[in-house]
Every structure is written in C-alpha cells, then in structure tokens.
C-alpha cells in the first residue's frame, strides 16, 4: 500500500503563496492524488485531485512531476481562514481504500 | 443540494454500552465509507458499504459493524464500548466509480465520548 509523507506542520503569512509537498514513492499506475482540508472538529473538505501534470481549480494548484512520486499542493494568497490540516492521499484502485497520513497542521500569521 | 449529513452530532456513552451512528449521503452518491478519527490523528478507515453489502475493511474488530439502506444511507454500529473509541467519527460519500479516483465528501462527524 502507498503511504503518503508530508510535513508535520508550516508556518506562513496572509496574502503568501503556500506550497505543501507529499512524497508517496510507491504510488501504483493506476493510483490518483487527492488533498483534503480539515478544520477543527469538522470533516475534511476536499481541495483537489490529479493523476499527472498540473491540475488547477478555483482555490488551488496541484503540481505532478513525471514520476509521480511526490505532489506539491499551491495554495496562492492565503488568508487566516487557511490554516487547517491539509491531508494528502493516494487513492487504491485496488480496494478502494484511502491511506490517511498525519497530515500537515498549516498556521497563517497576519 | 444536500451534502452528507450525520447524527447525532454529540453523544456521550459509558463503557461497555453500544452506539448507532447515523449518514446520509450525498445526492446521486451510492457508497459510503466510516472513518474513525483521534484527537490530532488523520481519519482512520473503518470499512465501505455499497449495494448495502460491506466492500472494503480496515483493521477495526468485529465490535465495529455497518448497515446500508436501500436508499443509501448507513449506519455504523459499535458494542461494547471502550475507553478508546472516543473519536470523531466521520461518515464519506462517493460514488462507485474508477476505485482510486473517486472524490469522497465528508459529513461534519459525529463526536463520541465514551466515560
């Protein structure tokens, strides 16, 4: 199964560009990239998702090397209402199954 | 269009007493997913209901167990109580689709505390 390494915790500032990188070294062919945000007491909200490449939507960017053995999640201009845990995964086309890292606690300064 | 909603949204139990946890998916969404999450802890996977048949089983004992309705919605039953079931409890929608990719959308959790 892959497993999923972020940091454990970033610090950043209002109005920053924010790059959060996961490294999954055993990702399978078929296996999708998926980030979650998660307040407090709150369920994870999903923020993106991509097989390769880039992929970006209206809060995020989603950037892919060729080997896929890492993802960086771009969050442009971040605001206090950012910080939260910020959740990588890799999705098992296998089983189905989502393997849950520890997450990585974001905190933004004014 | 309603997300995924859950109940209770707070329940207190003693040990050993048993717990019914209640999820209604997402409009169009046929599979539901059980998360168990600690304090500080990512979301830790319970098992996956689709067609009302159990899919997909994390590492959680057999005191942990699931139903799923007709009209999709689920229920996640947990007997005997322990101490460390306290948790939040999280409740995924998604629809049976190309395994790995589908998006799975999350209830707001139902927070037990067990004494």
């Known amino acids: 199964l892959a497993k999923t390494t972020q940091p454990i915790s970033m610090d950043s500032y209002e109005g920053q560009e924010v790059n959060i990188t996961c490294s999954h070294n055993n990702i399978a062919t078929n296996d999708y990239i998926t980030w979650y945000q998660q307040f407090p007491s709150q369920g994870p909200r999903f923020i993106i998702q991509g097989y390769k490449t880039k992929v970006t939507n209206e809060v995020a960017s989603l950037f892919i090397p060729a080997d896929r053995k890492s993802s960086t999640l771009s969050l442009p201009r971040v605001s206090l209402s950012d910080t939260a845990v910020y959740y990588c995964?890799?999705?098992?086309?296998?089983?189905?199954?989502?393997?849950w890292g520890a997450g990585t606690k974001l905190i933004i300064k004014p | 269009d309603a997300g995924v909603t859950q109940s209770p949204t707070h329940l207190i139990k003693t040990r050993g007493q048993q717990v019914t946890l209640r999820c209604s998916p997402k409009s169009g969404h046929d599979t539901v997913s059980w998360y168990q999450q600690a304090l500080g802890q990512g979301p830790q996977f319970i098992f996956q209901?689709?067609?009302?048949?159990?899919?997909q089983r994390g590492n959680f004992p057999d005191r942990f167990s699931g139903h799923q309705f007709p009209n999709y919605s689920s229920e996640l039953n947990v007997n005997a109580l322990l101490l460390g079931d306290s948790a939040l409890y999280l409740c995924?929608?998604?629809?049976?689709?190309?395994?790995?990719?589908?998006?799975?959308?999350f209830g707001p959790g139902t927070r037990l505390l067990v004494l």
């Open positions: 995924a929608s998604s629809t049976l689709g190309r395994g790995g990719g589908e998006t799975q959308y």
């Open positions: 995964l890799v999705g098992m086309d296998s089983n189905y199954q989502l393997i």
């Open positions: 209901y689709y067609e009302e048949e159990e899919r």
